[in-house]
């Protein structure tokens, strides 16, 4: 909508034209406004998973799913995205990289996460399985997690959105 749209929109919706000064400064508003991007390693912890959920959410809206974020995990999904056909609805685990976890094992749940720029997305338990852990991982042996940079074995399992 161009600014001039917009005043023959307010124009219409009022009973009288808006007050020339209210138009002024919203014009000075509008046309001064300026959008800088900015540097993902300068975020805190919690900007990140902002930052990655939007990210997340809005490639999945590519392929027909709406997401809707969870004040509190449910049944371990950090949001959930249901798709426009109204059968198809996904548990999302947002993560700030490749992870297995024994906790999200039989819960049915994909695990997302932004790696190089881009986001990348698998079923939890497919890659649980594909791991085959055998306790050598000390991670894996005393916490039953595996966090690291995504290993080239799992590329067959991980959709990049």
Request: charged fraction near 25%; proline fraction near 2%.
């Amino acid at each position: 909508m161009t600014i001039g749209d917009y005043l023959v929109f307010t124009s219409l919706s009022f009973s009288k034209p808006p007050n020339i000064l209210w138009v002024l400064n919203f014009c000075s508003v509008f046309l001064d406004m300026e959008l800088k991007k900015i540097k993902y390693e300068e975020l805190n912890a919690r900007q990140k998973e902002n930052y990655n959920y939007h990210k997340v959410a809005s490639k999945l809206a590519d392929y027909g799913y709406d997401c809707m974020r969870l004040n509190n995990d449910w049944q371990g999904a950090d949001f959930i995205a249901v798709h426009n056909d109204g059968e198809k609805m996904l548990k999302v685990q947002l993560k700030g990289r490749f992870t297995i976890n024994h906790k999200y094992k039989d819960k049915n749940i994909y695990i997302a996460f932004v790696e190089n720029n881009e986001c990348k997305m698998f079923f939890h338990d497919d890659a649980y399985e594909y791991a085959g852990h055998d306790n050598t991982n000390q991670s894996w042996a005393e916490r039953g997690q595996h966090y690291a940079n995504t290993p080239k074995r799992y590329t067959p399992i991980i959709s990049i959105l």
